[in-house]
């Protein structure tokens, strides 16, 4: 690969990336196999990109995205791609510190912590089978009580964002998050992780023109279920250059301008669901063509 990036995304709305399976009337996300953890599919990403670079110039998404399938057969070449979005850190709205009022934290855990530091080429220190967090004290949520230790400055280095936060999330999500974060074992984030997603009933109302049924009663009609608000995501992305045409610098800033501003992600979009502020790593771009490779600067 000639090119590897990171991109971060906070989620400004419920996000709804539509899963697998028959669980009835309920509208499942989309879950990794080997963890159950929500995700958002590259493939939605990279769509929501494209078309919005599509609309600042048409030939830029052709040079970027490559042309999609004509009448004939023929796609283009792509020389940008993006991976799916993983959890990095997830809000828990319900937790009260040391037996106080409800606060506002972060939550992650080992395996997520883990993975970001390799990808991203971090220092990566062995966590305790104990939750180590920003306050050390007693947090409760639901029926659980968790013993929270005080993390260690290596600790911190590890779980780290790369680059700068976006100037809309400096001052506000930014403090915030760097005096309330908890990292937990794997098993304890697992049981969390589902009291923090964002569920929603809806119900059908009768009319009563059915005779089982009273004008004015309510059915469940659909459940949904979305990754809160709040939540922080990584995915990987590049680019994988043509060595007859590659994209110029123009074409690396037009999609730049989309990349690091809001986009739309999953479905529901005509309720304002999967807006999500992204950022990235790195921003700059320098092309040698004479020896046809990509560098970071």
Known sequence: MKDFRLNYLYSLSPIHCGGEGDLGNILEIAREVHTNFPYIPGSSIRGSIRNEVDIINSDATNKLFGKELD?????????????????????????????????FTWVSCHS????HAIISNLPFVTFPNEAVGTNAGTY???????????????????????????DS???????????????LPDADFQ???EHSLWTQVRNKISDGTKEDTEAGSAEVFWTDVCIPRDTIFYLP?????????????????????VIQGLIQVGGQANVGRGWVQSWVSHSTFEFNKQEQQLTNV
């Open 71 to 103: 009448d004939d057969g023929n796609m283009g070449v792509h020389q940008v791609w993006f991976g799916d979005a993983r959890l990095l850190w997830v809000p828990m709205k319900t937790m009260s510190f040391n037996g106080n009022q409800d606060i």
């Open 112 to 115: 997520l912590i883990r993975d």
């Open 140 to 166: 409760e949520v639901a029926d659980a009580q968790i013993k929270v230790l005080k993390i260690t400055p290596d600790q911190e280095k590890t779980i780290t964002f790369l680059g700068e936060f976006p």
């Open 169 to 183: 999330l400096k001052d506000s999500v930014k403090p915030t998050w760097e005096s309330n974060h908890i990292v």
């Open 191 to 193: 049981v969390l992780m």
């Open 237 to 257: 992305w590049g680019y994988s250059l043509s060595k007859i045409d590659p994209i110029s610098t123009d074409e690396h800033n037009k999609l730049m301008e």
